[in-house]
């Protein structure tokens, strides 16, 4: 996985992303080109006017990626708006995370992004901010998404999907899963209908005496399962485990890899 560290300014780490990105970023407009730019350019003013609004730097390092890059300002802003075709909710399965409280690693939370092919190309933004925390955000070149990512005080932000089996049944397995993994209970509260399977087959990996360490958030996310896989390899619904993270808030400590955890080694680097 690409790690890039840029420092400064809004403009200053935009340019230097874009910069530093060119192939990523230009690799990524290709294999994603706008299908919609009729509905983009409409719903345009509305996107730059709230960006303006409430979040004037972002709309400044968007701008600013733009340049480093050599590309056209409006690719940037489409890769960072994307027009799901469910209004605001993507209509795709989501990805796999957990959080363990506590354990001889100090607390510590796991994640493998999934998605299908092609493959988005990944980066490990590493930002220093002249206002803010240093952090690491793991997302795709030219997005300035922090849905997944960790500062240097230990916080952390990640996005996953439990929905139920009347959105998606892989994902509610996987919550079911987890769940079970964790000693969190069985899974989801009883109204909610679980008669189309919930991976009840296979055996259930359980932290070993060490309890909820390192160790066991990588079994985790090697998982391979008749039923349920963690690591997903293209079934159910042609997933990919495309990148997998662990974060050590005590330590701000990030371990991290590309496509399937199960047959990589991990990177690691130290937020600070
Ligand atoms: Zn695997």
Redesign the pocket.
């Known amino acids: 996985m690409r790690v890039i560290d840029c420092s400064g300014d809004p403009q200053q780490i935009g340019e230097c992303t874009g910069e530093a990105l060119r192939l990523e970023i230009a690799e990524h407009i290709e294999l994603f080109p706008m299908q919609r730019w009729q509905e983009f350019d409409a719903r345009l003013p509305d996107f730059l006017e709230a960006l303006q609004r409430h979040l004037p730097q972002v709309l400044e390092e968007i701008r600013a990626t733009a340049r480093g890059a050599g590309v056209e300002e409006r690719e940037i802003l489409r890769l960072n708006l994307p027009l799901f075709a469910a209004g605001l909710d993507p209509d795709t399965s989501g990805c796999t995370n957990f959080v363990f409280s506590g354990g001889r690693d100090g607390p510590l939370w796991g994640k493998n992004n999934d998605g299908c092919e092609p493959h988005r190309p990944v980066v490990a933004r590493y930002v220093r901010s002249t206002e803010g925390i240093p952090q690491v955000t793991f997302t795709f070149a030219g997005l300035l998404a922090i849905t997944d990512g960790m500062n240097a005080d230990g916080a952390s932000g990640l996005h996953a999907d439990r929905r139920p089996p009347a959105g998606k049944l892989d994902a509610h397995q996987r919550w079911h899963f987890l769940d079970r993994a964790l000693g969190a209970g069985d899974g989801p509260p009883p109204d909610v209908d679980v008669s189309a399977g919930c991976g009840g087959a296979d055996a259930v990996p359980q932290p070993g005496a060490a309890g909820t360490d390192l160790e066991f958030a990588r079994t985790l996310l ?1 998982h ?1 399962g008749d039923v349920v ?1 963690l ?3 293209g079934e159910p619904l042609g997933y990919h ?1 495309e990148y997998s993270m662990i974060g050590m808030s005590a330590s701000c400590r990030l371990l991290f890899c590309d496509i ?4 990589q080694e991990y990177q690691g680097l130290v937020v600070q």
């Open positions: 090697h391979h896989s690591c997903r390899h485990s399937h955890p199960c047959e």
